[in-house]
């Protein structure tokens, strides 16, 4: 059998949460992916990225591009720059994965995705919660049937760890807590529930010198039936914080799964119980409590790169994002117009 090709990796975004990013390419290489690049507008942090991990840096993505042979683009930058950056590489024919939120509007992730779409462009998103090796034992325990048919679920990521100090722009911003944070929890929800028929929600703002909303309460029905509870908060007051895990409980027709601090997973089936570690030892460029972050972006970044090489769409693709994007949408109308709303959904132009 003939060896798989290496996959020319070109990171764009050097700043704060792409450091997580540049490690995990670093560790793929073994594997074929090859981190090439790296290019930040801020040249100091390019240089420092490019000259860490011994690759050219730029402070042009169209510059890096026309130098380099770049086969997959790892965008993780503010996302009010994604759509013009997506619009680069799909006008070139590179694939790109896009870190979340997609773009800061509906309208624009629509953009993004066609855009790709009508220049042949393979195109994913960052999405990586679901990634993370809690989620995925979660997963594989519904998967599998222990617990039946899933009827009711909630997810909770309520912290009151300071999200502003490492991320400063946060605190500026007109939507908050759902689009930042929440989005990962609302992909969650799908990801073990399915799709959803419509969602309700409260915000609040429970920090006087921020902008925008720091706690979210969404109650959602899914097409199956079943009914989730989505909670997000940055303003949480709590002894044992939980930072920056995701806590959860599913209830089937034959069981629940519950997932607590520390990455430990609780089964009841047939009235019996038994408990999973499923937190594996710390990478070499990880460190607590970050970790659990940390490690799904490095299972993500595996996910995308053996995606893109052997042709297929990630699991988190541009189209499927939407889905995920549209609960964000219809969270905020909710909370605006105090009714249920029924998320939004993309037709693809013919």
Not at 81 to 86: D, E, G, I, N, V
Not at 100 to 124: D, R, Y
Not at 228 to 247: G, L
Request: aromatic share 8%.
């Amino acid at each position: 059998m003939a060896a798989k090709q290496p996959v020319a990796i070109g990171m764009v975004g050097c700043g704060f949460y792409a450091q997580n990013h540049l490690n995990a390419w670093a560790d793929l290489r073994p594997e074929g992916a090859l981190l090439s690049a790296v290019c930040d507008r801020d040249a100091a942090r390019a240089e420092a990225a490019g000259r860490r991990f011994g690759v050219p840096h730029f402070t042009d993505m169209g510059q890096m591009l026309d130098t380099v042979k770049i086969d997959l683009l790892d965008i993780a930058t503010r996302m009010d720059t994604h759509q013009a950056l997506a619009a680069i590489a799909a006008e070139r024919g590179v694939a790109a994965v896009v870190q979340k939120p997609f773009a800061p509007t509906w309208e624009e992730c629509v953009a993004i995705v066609e855009k790709a779409k009508s220049h042949g462009a393979w195109l994913a998103v960052h999405e990586n919660f679901r990634f993370a090796s809690a989620m995925r034992a979660v997963k594989k325990i519904l998967d599998q049937g222990t617990i039946g048919t899933p009827t009711w679920a909630r997810l909770s990521w309520r912290t009151g760890f300071d999200v502003y100090r490492g991320q400063p722009y946060l605190a500026e911003e007109e939507k908050l807590v759902i689009q930042d944070v929440g989005i990962h929890i609302l992909d969650l929800a799908r990801y073990f529930l399915g799709e959803v028929a419509h969602v309700s929600a409260e915000t609040q703002k429970r920090n006087p010198k921020i902008r925008a909303e720091d706690t979210a309460t969404i109650l959602m029905r899914h097409e199956s039936g079943a009914v989730s509870i989505v909670e997000a908060t940055y303003a949480a007051k709590r002894r044992d914080d939980a930072f920056p895990e995701t806590m959860l409980e599913i209830e089937g027709d034959g069981g629940s799964v519950i997932l607590t601090k520390g990455e430990k997973v609780i089964v009841t089936t047939q009235g019996l119980s038994f408990e999973d570690q499923v937190g594996g030892p710390l990478l070499h460029w990880t460190s607590r409590p970050w970790h659990v972050s940390q490690e799904a972006v490095l299972h993500t970044n595996r996910h995308m790169f053996e995606r893109f090489r052997d042709g297929l769409a990630a699991d988190t693709s541009g189209e499927d994002n939407l889905k995920t994007y549209a609960l964000v949408e219809a969270a905020y109308e909710a909370a605006r117009t105090h009714k249920a709303v029924k998320p939004m959904q993309w037709v693809p132009k013919e």
